[in-house]
């Protein structure tokens, strides 16, 4: 009867501690990286309406249309309002000056993103301040070029911002 005991114990022990473990790899617990930028608002507009200018570039949040954009990689710039909608829904959206990335940076920016295209969006986006920016809903992180520590900073971003817009969506 003491070992039957002392293995529900050593069970109990084993399972929380497991508990314990696999919580902390939630990326989720962990803050969010990036610059923080001021939420605008969550609008919802009609497709091609006017609205006041964004404070970021890529913006982070505000107006946008009421469809969002797909999780892939896209070969055309995509609207700003269908990509907030997405960050509405705590996805991430890495977008790219054409003009300042060759082919063989695009191949590395999309291995980057490919084990997060669930709650990732790529695109061109001729109107970014920078070559490369990585936002979020309220988050923004800027490149002038690609490297090895962008590469491992943007998988931070990925990492840590995905899943952290007001709307939950699996």
Known sequence: MDKFVLWIVLGTVVLLGGLVWVSSQDPTKQPPVGQEIEILGREHIPRGSEHPAYNSNPPTSGWHDAEDAAEKIYDEPILDEQAIHSLEHGRVWVTYRPESVDEATRGEFESVIRPFLSK????????????????????????????????????????RNRDRGPERVP
Not at 131 to 138: D, E, N, P, T, Y
């Open 120 to 159: 990732a969006l790529l695109s061109p986006r001729p109107a970014n301040d920078h070559a490369i920016a990585a936002v979020s809903w309220g988050r923004i992180q800027t490149w002038e070029t690609w490297n090895d520590q962008t590469k491992t900073e943007l998988k931070l971003f990925l990492e």
